[in-house]
């Protein structure tokens, strides 16, 4: 299916389809930072993710410029604090975290994607159901804009103490996912997928039960 999108006056024309086939996992990114603008565009876009009763459960905090610093320190020190880095002050030790940081500090923009629990536990699939297609969602439409996102799941979104020092209430909430997101240095080739026909199974008749 192809849809028409004005662009600076000019009509471009988009296929859904070749978006979900093309976008890729960026792991490494441009200096330039994406404009704010474009970040509320794609955000913008990515609420229309399906979401039960209208919940629309997700929330988003971007760390970037100056916040960008402060988001990777607490990182490092969450990693400290799991065991994840050491804390001596061994030559070895300092190097590893500082290249940590300076790695952390070059991606553009680092994108907290985060979801009040619901305690129920159909209710909280159905919140973090929303959430995953909402975060699917950004990843497609900032291929739109040229914009690469690397989904992370990290071992310091399950850091209480990391979660709080960003400004999330552990009491009632929860880290989804954290997106690096930045104009792509590198776009990886295409590794293709496993055949659908291997996962698929069509049922067309009546299933016997056991026993009967």
Known sequence: MLFV????GRMKRISILDSIKNRRSIHTFKK????????LDIFHYASYAPTHYMKEPWQ?????????????????SSYE????????????TIKMKESMKQFLLEIPHHAVIFFEVEK??????????????????VQLAAWEHGV???????????DQTFVERVGINTDVM?????????YPLKVPRNKGRTPIEDKLEIINKSIEKAGE
Request: hydrophobic fraction near 40%.
């Open 32 to 39: 330039e930072e994406v404009q704010n603008h474009v970040l």
């Open 60 to 76: 988003i905090k971007v760390f970037q410029e100056k916040g960008k610093k402060f988001f990777v320190d607490e990182i490092i």
């Open 81 to 92: 604090r799991i065991g994840m880095l050491r804390t001596d002050k061994e030559p070895k």
């Open 5 to 8: 999108k004005r662009i600076s």
């Open 174 to 182: 929860k880290i989804a996912a954290v997106l690096q997101m930045g």
């Open 120 to 137: 129920d536990p159909i209710r909280y699939e159905e919140d973090y159901a929303a959430v995953c297609a909402f975060i699917q969602n």
């Open 148 to 158: 690469g996102v690397l989904w992370t799941i990290t071992p310091y979104m399950h």
